[in-house]
Structures are given as C-alpha cells and as structure tokens.
C-alpha cells in the first residue's frame, strides 16, 4: 500500500500533540499538572491517531499512486469532525 507507512507515522505523531496539547490545557483549566496522566493520554492519542490515518488505506487500498477516493476526501474528514464536535457540544 503506498504511503501506508507514512500514514501510519504522521497520524501517530500528529494524534499524540493534539492530545497532549488538549490534555495539557485541560489540567492548566484545573489548575494541576499531572505527567503521567498527559502521557498516557498522548500514548492513546498516538495509537488512535495511527489508526485513523491508516483506516482510509485499508478500506480504499490505493490503484495507482495519485488514487484518492471518497475515503481520503476532505468531505469525509470534515464530516468526521463536524460530528466530533457536535457530539462534544452536546455533551
């Protein structure tokens, strides 16, 4: 699968400083800092950001190296967003 291994590591990456800048801010809010609460927390947004990044590869393996099909549409991400938040403002 072509660009799986990046895939894999940019969303690992990208998921573990999203949840550990989110992570940090909320402690900052609560007025402590606890270490190993935020590297847990950035250890599970790694693992999930890794896993987000690869899903479109598997579901859509890649015919030719510039294929980009519904599932690495921006249409798919923001809509994956878009509920996120409105799952958060509801909550």
């Given at each position: 699968?072509?660009?799986f291994k990046e895939h894999l590591k940019l969303g690992a990456v990208v998921g573990l400083g999203i949840k550990?800048?989110?992570?940090?801010?909320?402690?900052k809010e609560q007025g402590f800092f606890d270490l190993r609460?935020?590297?847990?927390?950035?250890?599970?947004?790694?693992?999930l950001g890794a896993i987000g990044a690869i899903?479109?590869?598997?579901?859509?393996?890649?015919?030719q190296p510039h294929h980009r099909g519904i599932f690495h549409s921006f249409f798919v991400c923001q809509s994956l967003l878009m509920q996120d938040l409105k799952l958060?403002?509801?909550n």
């Open positions: 699968m072509p660009n550990i800048f989110i992570t940090g801010l909320q402690q609460k935020l590297l847990h927390e950035g250890l599970k947004g790694a693992v899903i479109p590869d598997i579901l859509e393996p890649a015919s958060r403002i509801q």
